[in-house]
């Protein structure tokens, strides 16, 4: 089973719609939880970080975690053109820890 | 967020050759510093975890002796790709850990694109 999974995608939303990214992850023991943007030759930037259940929202991106479920959620309301990129869902155990990386889902907003 | 920085940007080499990456801290001290590795199309995997002061902690199927890591000041690790090969050529990007209140996040240096010719 690989730690952290995501759907490779293509995942096609048309613009203004809502964009929803899911991760699923195997280590119950994982704290922090991270979802990363990438464009095509960029490294990686942070868009949000999560650590308790529940949601939470920066600006048009909204964080849901579930621990029971082992389950997170990024969505993105009134997608952008800009949005098209690679997200990333990353998880760590602890401090300091190393990062798990899942294999990204490419996101491509329809103008 | 942190700002990290990575020198160069990207190289070109032949084969044969040792290169070195530099990953600097600007802003504040990093302990721990991690180097990742991402091939085209595939998601970024973990090559070692920096320490200051220390011995590098490497993954699994990661050759020490390959990649060597020094991270000597609080702010600056370096990677360097002894004898590089083809097979060497990738996007090597550095990361810092940052704490702030309880929680901590990494940050990412802009990578560093390797060609070995």
């Known amino acids: 089973q690989k730690e952290v999974e995501q759907n490779s995608g293509p995942l096609s939303v048309p613009e203004g719609a809502i964009a929803s990214l899911n991760c699923t992850y195997s280590d119950r023991g994982s704290q922090s939880f991270f979802w990363y943007r990438q464009y095509s030759g960029k490294s990686p930037e942070l868009i949000m970080s999560i650590y308790s259940n529940g949601d939470k929202e920066d600006g048009r991106f909204t964080a849901q975690l579930n621990k029971a479920s082992q389950y997170v959620s990024l969505l993105i309301r009134d997608s952008q053109p800009s949005d098209s990129a690679t997200y990333l869902c990353?998880?760590?155990?602890?401090?300091?820890?190393?990062?798990?990386f899942g294999k990204g889902t490419r996101l491509h907003i329809l103008p | 967020g942190a700002v990290v920085s990575q020198h160069p940007s990207w190289v070109i080499c032949k084969s044969g050759t040792s290169v070195k990456i530099e990953c600097r801290s600007l802003?504040?001290?990093?302990?721990?510093m991690f180097w990742y590795r991402q091939f085209p199309k595939q998601s970024l995997m973990l090559m070692a975890t920096s320490n200051e002061g220390s011995k590098a902690t490497y993954e699994q199927g990661v050759e020490k002796d390959k990649f060597l890591i020094n991270h000597a000041s609080l702010t600056l690790s370096t990677l360097t790709v002894t004898s590089a090969h083809p097979e060497d050529s990738s996007f090597y990007i550095c990361s810092t850990s940052h704490r702030v209140g309880e929680t901590d996040t990494q940050y990412f240096g802009p990578g560093t694109r390797l060609t070995v010719l």
């Open positions: 990353a998880v760590s155990r602890r401090r300091d820890d190393k990062i798990i």
């Open positions: 802003d504040f001290q990093a302990t721990t």
